[in-house]
């Protein structure tokens, strides 16, 4: 490890609750934290982990969610508890509570984010949108991460905004973030950072947009699902487009055949979560009748992951700490063949914390199959006396 760094992370695998607490508690433990941040698989008892977590960082301010999938010093994980703790002489950070989102209400928005920001400005008076940032932790099952990442952007500024959805595994059962000392369902927590030290928000996929169109004919917006494609049944055109059998879609091949939309000029990718019985499709993000897509290639994965670091050094030199959203579905494809070992190697040698998503937030939109992440790079009066 540098011994510049002041970042501490971790990573258990531990199979109980308590130990996995305990291991990652006696791992990132450092005097006066101003934060201290968690990834956790939902297979934990979570009631448990909860008051662990409480109990063992008594007096700090700790936030987190559940996952799809864990990322730390020990690689991609599938059962873990990884995280890191930020001292009190490089951050200050101040965090909220956004719940029962299924009311959400944009004009609640403007005050709740106005209150953490004069709270942020309280303890650090030198805030600005040069040295602060904002992360979301959202219920990734909620479907509110448009509204809801859309509204707190507007309300920060020029503030800059990154997240993830919370996971659970691939259960697609319940997701939980992690809020003074309980998980909570229907809920989004809002952190805003403020450091002295060099950062670099980011984001990156590896897909392009093929010339096959789709045109969402009959979408039902609010559970995200699109029954007909061109007119057919959405399950069936999709497939057909792929050269497939309807029954042979999975995770594997959404994975494989995103969609993208154009925003602005930028292809995004609006990944499909699962086939329902009547052949329609759920997706991790918003859709709407009328919407053209068009069918996705990957290009080289870690190339493009490989370019994204490169231009990160170039900006802040190496980072001490990367905190990385990495979508799910990236996840399944990564975890195909040799692949995995080469990015596990490229995100340990980056210093990579983070967890896999059921969606990613960037700036004011909610995306898919992207990986979105911060690093922060080394005080640069440390670099000097090096």
Known sequence: MDNRARIRRAQSCASGALEAAREFHAAVMQPDMALVIFFCSSAYNLEILAAEMKRLFAGVQVVGCTTAGEIGPSGYRNFSLTGASFPASDFNAVSGLLD?????????????????????????????????????????????????????????????????????????????????????????????????LPFKLFMTQHFVATDERLVVTEADTDLRVVKEINGLPAAQEYARILGIDASDLDPLRFAAWPVVVMIDGTNFVRSIQKVNGDGSLTFFCAIENGLVLRVAKGVDLLDDLERTFTQIRAEIGPPQFVLGCDCVLRKLEISQGPLKNRVDELLQHNNTVGFNTYGEQFHGVHVNQTFVGIAIGIDPMETQRV
């Open 100 to 196: 029962h989102l299924q009311q959400f209400a944009m004009t609640s928005v403007q005050a709740f984010v106005q209150e953490l920001l004069q709270r942020q400005e309280s303890h650090a008076p030198q805030t600005d949108t040069d040295n602060s940032f904002a992360l979301l932790l959202i219920d990734g099952l909620s479907v509110r991460e448009e509204p809801v990442t859309r509204a707190l952007q507007s309300a920060l500024g020029r503030l800059p905004l990154i997240g993830g959805s919370a996971g659970d595994g691939v259960l697609f059962g319940r997701t939980h973030v992690y809020f003074e000392g309980r998980f909570h369902t229907d809920s989004a927590v809002l952190l805003l950072v403020t450091t002295r």
